[in-house]
Protein backbone atom coordinates (compact mmCIF):
# COMPACT_ATOMS: atom_id res chain seq x y z
CA UNK A 1 0.00 0.00 0.00
CA UNK A 2 1.48 3.75 -0.60
CA UNK A 3 -0.23 7.01 0.42
CA UNK A 4 0.79 9.97 -1.63
CA UNK A 5 0.91 13.63 -0.62
CA UNK A 6 1.15 16.20 -2.97
CA UNK A 7 2.50 19.57 -1.15
CA UNK A 8 3.80 22.72 -2.48
CA UNK A 9 0.99 24.31 -4.44
CA UNK A 10 0.59 28.00 -4.37
CA UNK A 11 -0.65 31.42 -5.78
CA UNK A 12 2.40 32.97 -7.58
CA UNK A 13 2.92 35.22 -10.42
CA UNK A 14 3.40 34.68 -14.21
CA UNK A 15 7.23 33.85 -14.47
CA UNK A 16 7.86 32.83 -11.02
CA UNK A 17 8.71 29.39 -9.62
CA UNK A 18 7.23 26.53 -7.38
CA UNK A 19 8.21 23.40 -6.44
CA UNK A 20 5.95 20.73 -5.80
CA UNK A 21 6.50 17.48 -3.81
CA UNK A 22 4.74 14.44 -3.74
CA UNK A 23 5.65 12.17 -0.14
CA UNK A 24 4.80 8.49 -0.21
CA UNK A 25 4.44 6.00 2.23
CA UNK A 26 5.27 2.44 2.21
CA UNK A 27 7.72 -0.05 1.62
CA UNK A 28 7.53 -0.15 -2.17
CA UNK A 29 7.84 3.32 -3.37
CA UNK A 30 11.21 2.66 -4.86
CA UNK A 31 9.50 0.44 -7.42
CA UNK A 32 7.00 2.86 -8.92
CA UNK A 33 7.22 4.58 -11.57
CA UNK A 34 5.72 8.17 -10.55
CA UNK A 35 4.02 10.66 -12.74
CA UNK A 36 2.47 13.92 -12.24
CA UNK A 37 -0.62 15.09 -13.64
CA UNK A 38 -3.05 18.37 -13.54
CA UNK A 39 -6.59 19.56 -13.64
CA UNK A 40 -7.50 23.38 -14.87
CA UNK A 41 -11.04 23.87 -14.12
CA UNK A 42 -13.63 22.69 -16.86
CA UNK A 43 -10.88 20.30 -18.03
CA UNK A 44 -10.21 16.76 -18.36
CA UNK A 45 -6.91 15.85 -16.25
CA UNK A 46 -3.70 15.87 -18.66
CA UNK A 47 -0.40 14.45 -17.71
CA UNK A 48 2.22 16.87 -17.16
CA UNK A 49 5.23 14.27 -16.66
CA UNK A 50 6.88 11.11 -15.82
CA UNK A 51 9.88 9.49 -14.07
CA UNK A 52 11.04 5.95 -13.86
CA UNK A 53 11.73 4.09 -10.72
CA UNK A 54 15.84 4.69 -10.38
CA UNK A 55 15.28 8.48 -11.66
CA UNK A 56 16.77 8.05 -15.14
CA UNK A 57 14.41 8.25 -17.47
CA UNK A 58 12.32 11.35 -17.43
CA UNK A 59 9.62 12.61 -19.81
CA UNK A 60 7.83 15.84 -20.01
CA UNK A 61 4.45 17.30 -22.32
CA UNK A 62 5.33 18.94 -25.27
CA UNK A 63 3.37 22.35 -23.02
CA UNK A 64 6.05 22.14 -19.96
CA UNK A 65 9.08 21.27 -21.85
CA UNK A 66 11.70 23.52 -21.44
CA UNK A 67 10.10 24.89 -18.12
CA UNK A 68 9.53 21.69 -15.57
CA UNK A 69 11.67 19.05 -14.25
CA UNK A 70 10.49 15.93 -12.73
CA UNK A 71 12.97 14.27 -9.90
CA UNK A 72 12.47 11.81 -7.39
CA UNK A 73 14.81 11.14 -4.37
CA UNK A 74 13.70 7.45 -3.16
CA UNK A 75 15.40 7.32 -0.15
CA UNK A 76 12.75 10.46 0.82
CA UNK A 77 9.99 8.37 -1.12
CA UNK A 78 9.52 11.82 -2.69
CA UNK A 79 9.05 12.82 -6.43
CA UNK A 80 9.59 16.58 -7.06
CA UNK A 81 8.19 19.03 -9.81
CA UNK A 82 10.12 21.75 -10.23
CA UNK A 83 8.02 24.82 -12.05
CA UNK A 84 9.84 27.69 -13.80
CA UNK A 85 8.43 30.30 -15.87
CA UNK A 86 5.27 29.68 -14.98
CA UNK A 87 1.88 30.39 -17.19
CA UNK A 88 -1.71 31.47 -16.27
CA UNK A 89 -2.16 28.12 -18.17
CA UNK A 90 -0.54 26.27 -15.74
CA UNK A 91 -3.38 27.46 -13.12
CA UNK A 92 -4.72 23.77 -12.50
CA UNK A 93 -5.20 21.16 -9.64
CA UNK A 94 -1.63 19.21 -9.56
CA UNK A 95 -1.85 15.44 -8.58
CA UNK A 96 0.81 12.99 -8.13
CA UNK A 97 0.45 9.05 -9.22
CA UNK A 98 2.09 6.18 -9.49
CA UNK A 99 2.10 2.96 -11.51
CA UNK A 100 3.65 -0.06 -11.32
CA UNK A 101 4.78 0.34 -14.86
CA UNK A 102 8.37 0.99 -16.29
CA UNK A 103 7.72 4.35 -16.71
CA UNK A 104 4.83 6.62 -17.00
CA UNK A 105 4.40 8.00 -20.53
CA UNK A 106 1.28 10.54 -21.65
CA UNK A 107 0.07 7.05 -23.37
CA UNK A 108 -0.01 5.05 -19.93
CA UNK A 109 -3.83 4.62 -19.20
CA UNK A 110 -5.20 5.65 -15.96
CA UNK A 111 -6.09 2.09 -15.05
CA UNK A 112 -2.36 1.65 -14.72
CA UNK A 113 -2.01 3.71 -12.00
CA UNK A 114 -2.63 2.00 -8.52
CA UNK A 115 -2.09 5.14 -6.09
CA UNK A 116 -3.26 8.90 -6.39
CA UNK A 117 -2.77 11.95 -4.14
CA UNK A 118 -5.22 14.29 -2.93
CA UNK A 119 -3.96 16.96 -5.52
CA UNK A 120 -2.74 20.71 -4.55
CA UNK A 121 -3.53 23.37 -6.06
CA UNK A 122 -1.47 25.70 -8.70
CA UNK A 123 -2.33 29.35 -9.09
CA UNK A 124 -0.35 31.57 -11.58
CA UNK A 125 -1.47 35.02 -12.04
CA UNK A 126 -0.95 37.11 -15.05
Known amino acids: QVQLVESGGGLVQAGGSLRLSCAASGRTFSTYAMAWFRQAPGKEREFVSGINWSGDTRILADSVKGRFTISRDNTKKTVYLVMNSLKPEDTAIYYC???????????????????WGQGTQVTVSS
Open 97 to 115: AATPGSIATRYTPRSAYDY
